[in-house]
């Protein structure tokens, strides 16, 4: 689905996905979220592309829900499509084989907060903020953000920010281990550089760790050992085993190439 809400760019192995409704804070329309969804696909599609960057055009990452879509949704059904598009972003990011960074500026608020988290890492400008603005309209956290904190943060702290509503600094949230890095610079060049270890690491062993954490807690001990032994005996077949051998003994960089 060809967008205006978002656009879609690729450099040097990243695909770099913004939202682009900057006249509306980057709030998420039905429009934007099959948007999100299709540029991940396509990001997953191209075997160049190594991780995926998400940002925010203009002042913020993005303030959340658009409050006149959601103004207008009278039924249960309009609800319901407007509920499964946007959480069909979450789903997408989390079972993609590819690594998504979030890279956050200004503040990510309600659905941006969700977006933002759901990456498999966040990368936020120092000064920039995140906020669970649900309960200021009488509505819990949604697409997989509840799941996310709990998962993550003592409930008392969890049910804090939610019920404060109040922002979270940056610098707070990376001491409770919800942001990766912070930073003083362009938000979205520092993602780039962070996202250097991804370039450079081995794509299929990156995409089986990525799916293994994510179903880690759906699995039984038993299972997870299976699942170890079955992925580790495919990867110590690969080419990009072989290399990265090589490469330890003749004391160099790796090539990986995904194969």
Not at 157 to 172: C, D, F, L
Request: with cysteine.
């Amino acid at each position: 689905m060809v967008t205006e809400a978002v656009k879609y760019e690729k450099k040097d192995s990243i695909a770099f996905i913004t939202m682009n409704r900057p006249e509306k804070r980057n709030a998420l329309s039905i429009e934007m979220a099959a948007g999100l969804v299709d540029a991940l696909k396509d990001a997953e599609k191209d075997p160049e592309v190594k991780v995926v960057i998400i940002s925010g055009e203009g002042k913020i990452f993005s303030a959340g829900g658009d409050l006149e879509v959601l103004h207008t949704l009278d039924n249960s059904a309009k609800i319901m499509e407007y509920m499964k598009q946007a959480l069909a972003i979450i789903q997408t990011i989390r079972e993609l084989d590819k690594y998504v960074i979030s890279a956050v500026h200004g503040f990510a608020a309600g659905a941006g907060f969700s977006i933002a988290v759901a990456a498999d890492f966040v990368v936020a400008k120092k000064d920039a903020a995140f906020v669970c603005s649900f309960t200021n309209v009488g509505i819990i956290p949604d697409l997989g953000l509840l799941k996310e904190l709990t998962d993550n943060l003592p409930n008392a702290v969890v049910k804090e920010w939610i019920s404060s509503g109040r922002p979270i600094a940056a610098e707070e949230a990376y001491h409770r281990g919800i942001v990766n890095h912070v930073t003083a610079e362009d938000v979205v060049e520092a993602a780039m550089h962070y996202a250097a270890f991804i370039v450079d690491g081995p794509p299929l062993a990156n995409t089986f760790v990525k799916h293994m954490v994510n179903h880690a807690d759906e699995w039984s001990s038993g299972t997870n050992d299976l699942q170890e032994t079955a992925i580790q005996t495919l990867l110590l077949q690969t080419e990009d085993n072989k290399e990265g051998i090589q490469a330890f003994f003749e004391k160099r960089k790796p090539n990986f190439r995904g194969k």
